[in-house]
Structures are given as structure tokens and as C-alpha cells.
């Protein structure tokens, strides 16, 4: 499609934030960090050479 105003890509955030809920007085987090296999993650403003994160990484 070639008129002014409309593209086929859409921009999306090369991020994902994913939670673990937890509800007890013993149970409480002592580490977090992400996990994303064995690729370079870039920060900004190289993210986009990133991956796109998935849920099955973990």
C-alpha cells in the first residue's frame, strides 16, 4: 500500500515484563535478574539489535 499515512510495520517495544505473585509472611524474593538464553542483549539505544523477547525464555 503506497498512500501517505499507513505502513505494514507497527513499532513495538523491544521489552517484556513478566511477574511472579506471591503471598505468603515466609516467602519473599532474594534475587532477580533476566534471563535470556546465550544472546548479547543491548542496552539503549542499541536495543533494537535485541531478540524479541519471549515468554519461553526462563
Known amino acids: 500500500m ?3 499515512g ?3 510495520t507497527i513499532p ?3 521489552d517484556r515484563i ?3 505473585f506471591y503471598r ?7 534475587q532477580s535478574y533476566t534471563y535470556q538464553g546465550h ?5 539503549k539505544p542499541f536495543h533494537w539489535k535485541n ?3 519471549s515468554d519461553h525464555f526462563a
Do not use: G, K, M, R
Open 51 to 53: 531478540d524479541y523477547p
Open 24 to 30: 505468603s509472611p515466609l516467602l519473599f524474593p532474594i
Open 2 to 4: 503506497t498512500s501517505t
Open 39 to 43: 544472546a548479547t542483549v543491548y542496552p
Open 12 to 14: 513495538e517495544p523491544q
Open 18 to 20: 513478566d511477574y511472579i
Open 6 to 8: 499507513w505502513s505494514w
